[in-house]
């Protein structure tokens, strides 16, 4: 069966740094886009960041310039560097894979087809 699995959150102060992984059994990440995606008690869930099977990417303008998303075929991984956090970013942090064929990874939650089940990072002092 097809399995995402996160890991890497945790407490974290702010300016502080976290990598995330989101690793893949029963299917091959390269082949698809994979989302970062985060929510917070209450809120919705808030797409972050895509990478495409080609390696494009996008962010949300929250995380612009201070998240990174890359991808490790060899090790079905994909990772999500953030630095600079700060306390908004507090979150359940999820990936998800995108099984449509699309020319670019989108942000939008209901393109995803299947998701892990979440990390929790928290950005306090």
């Known amino acids: 069966q097809l399995q995402l699995v996160e890991s890497g959150g945790g407490l974290v102060q702010p300016g502080g740094s976290l990598r995330l992984s989101c690793a893949a059994s029963?299917?091959?990440?390269?082949?698809?886009?994979i989302g970062w995606f985060r929510q917070a008690p209450g809120k919705e869930r808030e797409g972050i960041s895509c990478i495409a099977s080609s390696g494009g990417t996008r962010y949300a303008d929250s995380v612009k310039g201070r998240f990174t998303i890359s991808r490790d075929n060899v090790k079905n991984t994909i990772y999500l560097q953030m630095n600079s956090l700060k306390p908004e970013d507090t979150a359940v942090y999820y990936c998800?894979?995108?099984?449509?064929?699309?020319?670019?990874?989108?942000?939008?939650?209901?393109?995803?087809?299947?998701w892990g089940r979440g990390t929790q990072v928290t950005v306090s002092s």
């Open positions: 029963g299917f091959a990440l390269g082949s698809y886009a």
């Open positions: 998800a894979v995108d099984y449509e064929g699309r020319h670019w990874c989108s942000t939008q939650a209901p393109d995803y087809d299947a």
